[in-house]
């Protein structure tokens, strides 16, 4: 089992910064496994949908276009804690945002972190407001 504890959301206005926070735990978490994390979010009336994720065994980091250049992974590996920075807010980030995790490498899949199917444990959730 794993826990996905997520912190930092709130209300800014566009241009502003925001970080978000994912505490994971339990006994089968590892970051030295080729297991994936990301981050989705959901905006109300919408599909939930990509933003981030990585391997914890490699150093690459996927973005969705949408957040590329703006949204930036930071990983706390002795705090096993990864965070999301995310600059340049615009109202269109306005979404619940989770983080999840997947206790399989998924190795055989081409882009696998795109897909929700994929991740067996999800955070709660924080919501982020960006007004205009």
């Known amino acids: 089992q794993v826990q996905l504890v997520e912190s930092g959301g709130g209300l800014v206005q566009s241009g502003g910064s925001l970080r978000l926070s994912c505490a994971a735990s339990?006994?089968?978490?590892?970051?030295?496994?080729?297991?994936?994390m990301g981050w989705f979010r959901q905006a109300p009336g919408q599909q939930r949908e990509f933003v981030t994720a990585?391997?914890?065994?490699?150093?690459?980091?996927y973005y969705a276009a949408s957040v590329e250049g703006r949204f930036t992974i930071v990983r706390d590996n002795a705090k096993n804690t990864v965070y999301l920075q995310m600059n340049s807010l615009k109202p269109e980030d306005t979404a619940v945002y989770y983080c999840a995790y997947t206790s399989k490498s998924f190795m055989g899949v081409t882009t696998p972190w795109l897909y929700e199917w994929v991740y067996d444990y999800w955070g709660q959730g924080t919501q982020v407001t960006v007004s205009s």
């Open positions: 339990g006994p089968t978490f590892s970051i030295y496994s080729s297991n994936i």
């Open positions: 990585f391997r914890w065994s490699e150093t690459n980091t």
